[in-house]
Each structure stands twice: as C-alpha cells, then as structure tokens.
C-alpha cells in the first residue's frame, strides 16, 4: 500500500509539473493533445491515491505471491512483436491483433461463447476509437500496410 502512495503522488505531481510546464509552448493547438493525456495522468494518479487510502483495510493480494515473470515476459513478446510488424501489416490491424493477444493472455480461457465474442469485439470497438482518434479527429499519418 505505501508503494502505491507513493507512486500515485509522484505521479500527481509530475503531471501537474507537465500540465503547467505546457504554457512554454505558444501555439495554442500544440497545447491541446498533451493537456488532454497529462489531465488524464493526473486523474489516474488522483484515482489511485483515492482508492488506496480508501482501501486500506481491505485485504490485498497475498502478500507472498511471486512476481508474474511468465506473463511479463509473453507481455513484452507481444510488444516487440507489434512493434515488429506493425509497418508490414499496417498499425490499426497489427493494434487489433495486439489487443486480441493481450485481452486473451490476461483473460483466461473463453469458457463460453459471449466471452469469446467480447475478446474479439472489444478490440475491434477500441481499434475503431483509435481509428476516429488518429485518422479523422487528429489526422495523424499512423503507419500503413497492405492493408491501410
């Protein structure tokens, strides 16, 4: 618990540092997309102080449980892997295939019909934001491949 205090006002204070530190930029609509990311970072931060405080006296996890290094190092597999391929394939499709690898490796096993829907249409809606996001609201140029 005190590491996650810790961390949470690290974290608070870097992003109020950053928020602040965006009024060195003068062109305005250079300003917006990070003050919109470091808010977000900052409200994160708040949420998790918040709920640690709050949940002190809730059991946490067993306190003896090892680290995951199997699923930390598939993560970081996964990773390299989508950095890999991502400007052969194209980024939205190698990001939906990406989410589909991690939703299934911190999932479990898709027991029943509904969650295996959910495994594949959660990425598929998440990919779309990040379509609306990138391509039309922000026309970013995102790496293109054989398919985009």
Known sequence: MKKDVIVSLVCLAGAIFLFYSLNW???????????????????????????????????????GDPFPWARFMIMFGLIVVYFAIMERIGFYLSAFLFFIAVTTLFGGAAKRAT??????????????????????LLKVQTPRGMLF
């Not at 900052?42 to 949420?47: N, R």
């Not at 969650?115 to 039309?136: D, N």
């Open 25 to 63: 930029i003068d062109d305005e609509r250079a300003q917006a997309f990070p003050r919109v990311v470091i808010s977000i970072i900052g409200v994160l931060s708040l949420l998790l102080l918040v709920q640690t405080l709050a949940l002190k006296s809730v059991k946490q996890a067993a306190a």
């Open 115 to 136: 969650k295996a829907v959910s495994r594949v249409g959660l990425p598929l809606v998440f990919t779309g934001i990040l379509y609306l996001l990138f391509s039309v």
